[in-house]
């Protein structure tokens, strides 16, 4: 329970976003809603701040090019030819591509070859809690997928989409940092000591900072 | 057991309908894709052109995200809501075109930076009421749109996800690749810059006094 007396305007701000989402405990809104009656400034900010909200969540901000629809209409029309056609498309080429991380799983050849880690194999198995729908980044030469704007991604160039479940049959394992907190509960092996000592800085930061 | 019933339930539903497009789609209609997705057609250009701030780039991409969505179709699991995941693959893609182009040197500087200490509201001019007809004009939402395209790119992504393209705070934490912390210490962050930069000028009438200003692109 936070003391009512206690609540300063600094601690109302740090915390008006979340009290507009629902975001906050019981103890803290009702300190909060009190604040709010006597401090004019913070019940500014509070009335500024939904007013932002409400703004810019109206549809009427967002304005789309003339034409926009009739062009994408003719574009998906496009693709789905080219679909019931049966070539050049992505998921075409990705049916081989799969067959073929199939295959290479079957003899483990890149993996254990290349990254002579007796984690590795265990390591290829945490998946479990990821969402397998969620869309994931892979690129060429690397065994890790990504979220899409994770710091770690090598080869840019040859960045594919796929969904997490894609990437797990096809033998990627989720990179430890973008997905960390999918993977509290596996055992990590050496590759997340090396890659969170190289770049965990930004996110942890925001962490700690965030909990206060 | 034979195809599933496509008579609905509840006809005038819409998420009914939605559902049913959906099934149809996976089952190979794909003509009835662009019924499925214009709803959302705005939305989808509106969250590819915060990202890439590009208006050919941003058209382009939406596109090529549909086409991945409808490629992908089969993939999609009723669990979710269709509108959020047509949002993700964009926002995919569009992060994509925009490491890949990497236009913006003087943002990627900027975004190495951490948010230093905390932030603290600046304006504290008297915002209550918000005329409703005030985004009817033209130069309001050109304003809007400027005040925006001023936040740096970590905090814009993550208004532009959570407030207008009306993500949950899980759902732009995944779509962006960062924690849920991030995405809540981003947008506290994001809202109260806007104000700061909104509050007083609405206060002291600017935005009924701006007829002609010549608009930059917006975001």
């Known amino acids: 329970m936070v003391d009512r007396q206690e609540l300063k305007c600094e601690h109302v701000w740090r915390e008006i976003s979340n009290y507009v989402e629902g975001d906050v405990d019981a103890g803290l809104r009702a300190a909060m809603d009190e604040h709010f009656k006597t401090c004019q400034k913070c019940k500014s900010v509070l009335e500024g701040t939904r007013n932002v909200i409400e703004l810019y969540s109206d549809e009427r901000m967002i304005e789309v090019p003339a034409g926009f629809g009739r062009r994408l209409e003719r574009r998906l029309e496009q693709g789905a030819r080219a679909r019931a056609s049966g070539w050049s ?12 991380a ?36 892979v690129t060429a030469g690397a065994k890790d997928f990504h979220a899409p704007g994770c710091g770690v991604i090598h080869n840019k160039d040859t960045e594919r989409t796929l969904t ?49 | 057991m034979a195809e599933p019933n496509l008579v609905l339930n ?66 999609f699991r009723a669990e979710a809501r269709f509108s959020t995941w047509l949002i993700q693959i964009t ?16 943002e990627g500087i900027d975004d190495r930076r951490d948010e230093e200490g905390e932030y603290t509201p600046r304006d504290f001019a008297d915002w209550r009421e918000i005329p409703s007809e005030a985004l009817e004009r033209k130069e309001v939402r050109q304003r809007l ?29 995944e779509a962006l690749g960062i924690s849920v912390a991030s995405v809540k210490t981003r947008l506290l ?4 810059m806007l104000r700061d930069l909104l509050a007083g000028g609405w206060e002291r009438g600017w935005f009924s006094r701006l007829p002609f200003e010549k608009g930059s692109k917006p975001w």
């Open chain 1, 164 to 212: 997490a479940k894609e990437a797990i049959q096809q033998g990627y394992v989720p990179c430890v940092r973008c997905l960390r907190k999918y993977l509290e509960t596996a055992e990590l092996g050496h590759t997340s000591l090396e890659i969170e000592a190289n770049t965990s800085r930004d996110a942890d930061e925001e962490d700690v900072r965030a909990r206060k």
């Open chain 1, 89 to 100: 498309t992505w998921s075409a080429w990705l049916v081989p591509v799969a067959a073929l």
């Open chain 1, 102 to 137: 199939l295959i290479a799983g079957g003899v483990r050849i890149a993996s254990s070859s290349t990254i002579p880690h007796p984690l590795q194999s265990e390591h290829a198995q945490p998946g479990r809690d990821i969402p397998p729908d969620m869309l994931v980044i």
């Open chain 2, 189 to 192: 962050r994001a809202r109260l």
């Open chain 2, 91 to 106: 926002v995919n893609e569009a992060l994509m075109r925009r490491r890949r182009e990497r236009t913006v040197v003087m």
């Open chain 2, 10 to 75: 509840n006809p005038g539903s819409d998420t009914t309908r939605e559902q049913d497009l959906i099934a149809r789609v996976q089952r190979g209609q794909t003509e009835l894709f662009y019924e499925l997705v214009r709803p959302y057609e705005r939305r989808v250009y509106a969250a590819a052109l915060a990202i890439l701030r590009n208006e050919s780039d941003a058209e382009d991409v939406a596109q090529e995200a549909m086409l991945k969505a409808l490629a992908n179709i089969r993939q």
């Open chain 2, 145 to 173: 749109a400027d005040a925006l395209a001023t936040l740096d790119r970590k905090y814009r992504d993550v208004f532009v996800l959570r407030d207008m393209e009306q993500l949950n705070i899980q759902e732009t934490s």
